[in-house]
């Protein structure tokens, strides 16, 4: 799986977006980006992945730059509980049936302040 | 929503006994994951299971042992614990096929003293 480096720390004030970047730039043809977050003591949570093509859902949005190696995670409008480790995370999706395992950097501290 | 239940959130137990850390989903998910997290250290992979009573070791397999004889269960085995296996465990379970992201469990603490 290619290799992330994101920012370790970010603040974002209440109620504005919160853009956090990733650097993939040894990503291949095949490999999505995916995106977790982890609220402190609890397990991580699944926000959104994406390939190519820029998505969103209900919780964030996701920008994937055109030669991909690179995207951002966006939080429209941060509240005090999106105050997580955010993880992006490069990997093949599993075809097989086998399964693989999912490996999680350092992350990005977000502070949502008040 | 998948739901993946650990059972117990908090855990101390004695050096030398025999600890059992059960998660169980309530969906049909093929794969379960075993986790741990340490500070600095990330999250590392002791054992899957993509099947009933399969299982593959993942990175750090020693001193730990996995059982899978129904697929909504998948149990990690700590056979002799020891202070170096306090830690946060995590179990997470993934359909099989396509892009389906990971669901987690909120985690169990288990403190061996």
């Known amino acids: 799986d290619a290799k992330t480096t994101q920012p370790t720390s970010m603040d974002c004030a209440e109620g504005r977006a919160a853009n956090l970047p990733c650097n993939h730039s040894?990503?291949?043809?095949?490999?999505?980006v995916y995106w977790y977050r982890q609220i402190h003591s609890q397990g991580p949570q699944y926000i959104i992945h994406g390939l190519k093509n820029n998505e969103t859902n209900e919780m964030a949005s996701l920008i994937i730059t055109e030669d991909r190696k690179s995207s951002t995670l966006i939080l429209p409008h941060a509240t005090l509980r999106d105050t997580a480790v955010y993880y992006c995370?490069?990997?093949?999706?599993?075809?097989?049936?086998?399964?693989?395992?999912?490996?999680f950097g350092s992350g990005t501290q977000l502070t949502v302040l008040p | 929503d998948v739901k993946v239940t650990q059972s117990s959130r908090y855990l101390v137990k004695r050096t030398g006994e025999k600890v059992f850390l059960e998660c169980v989903q309530d969906m049909d998910h093929e794969n379960m994951f075993w986790y741990r997290q340490d500070p600095g250290l990330g999250l590392r992979l002791i054992y899957f299971s993509y099947d009933v009573k399969m299982k593959e070791k993942g990175d750090i397999p020693e001193g730990y042992s996995v059982s899978r004889e129904k697929k909504e269960r998948f149990s990690l085995i700590l056979e002799s614990a020891s202070t170096n296996q306090t830690s946060m465990y995590l179990c997470a379970n993934k359909r099989t096929g396509g892009d389906y992201g990971y669901t987690f469990g909120s985690g169990t603490r288990l403190t061996v003293v």
């Open positions: 995370i490069v990997r093949v999706a599993t075809s097989s049936g086998s399964a693989r395992q999912l490996t």
């Open positions: 040894t990503i291949s043809g095949n490999e999505y």
